[in-house]
């Protein structure tokens, strides 16, 4: 459960970030220039200087399904670190994971490398992850976005792709928005009318 009011917080904050860079509410948002506009740093893992190659072995190859994007910070500047061995639709809703986190103000997980060169990721709590996804969803595919790919009649896969998302997350956002419902009650009362 969210905290009251931390949904309409979000979908203000979405519009909000469309707003500082002059987009329209219905505009795609990219998770790199909100990025830029946050001041974050975003770097593929084989980008960062200074790590054990073994640990790049392990994060690129060895095991690059268990994690796909981290955000670590020294106080004041935060990097978001990604799985650059992850194409297509993922990364986009990843960065913006990542940067929601920074948004809502999370303390961000540390790492740290162990002597034998292995990292350790300290990472979010369930519900600092629950409030981060929501929170991804409503920058990427806002509540104005949402009603306007449906009267458009926008097939799903270009919509998703449009939008830099997976097609199960456009609908995932739109049933847990609540737009499919109201759509569907918008077209049950004008038939009643007619
Ligand atoms: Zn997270």
Redesign the pocket.
């Known amino acids: 459960m969210f905290a009251r009011g931390f949904k309409t917080w979000c979908e203000t904050i979405s519009l909000q970030h469309r707003r500082t860079l002059k987009l329209r509410p219905i505009d795609p948002l990219d998770p790199q220039v909100v990025a830029k506009s946050l001041g974050v740093r975003i770097h593929g893992v084989d980008e960062i200087p200074g790590l054990d190659p073994r640990a790049i072995q392990t994060l690129l190859h060895d095991d690059p399904d268990s994690w796909s994007a981290v955000t670590i910070t020294n106080g004041r500047q935060s990097v978001i670190i990604f799985n650059s061995s992850h194409r297509g639709g993922r990364p986009a809703s990843d960065l913006m ?2 940067l929601a ?1 920074v948004i809502i103000g999370h303390e961000p997980a540390r790492v740290d490398v162990t002597e034998d060169g292995s990292l350790i990721l300290n ?2 709590n369930r519900d ?2 629950d409030e ?2 929501w929170l991804a969803g409503c920058l990427l595919l806002p509540r104005d976005a949402l009603l306007w790919i449906k009267r458009q009649g926008l097939e799903p896969r270009e919509a998703a792709k449009q939008y830099g998302v997976s097609v199960a997350m456009l609908q995932y956002r739109l049933n847990v928005s609540g737009v499919e419902q109201q759509l569907q009650r918008t077209r049950a009362s004008v038939r009643k009318r007619t």
Request: hydrophobic share 10%.
């Open positions: 994971h990542e986190h990472t979010y600092q992850e981060a996804n």
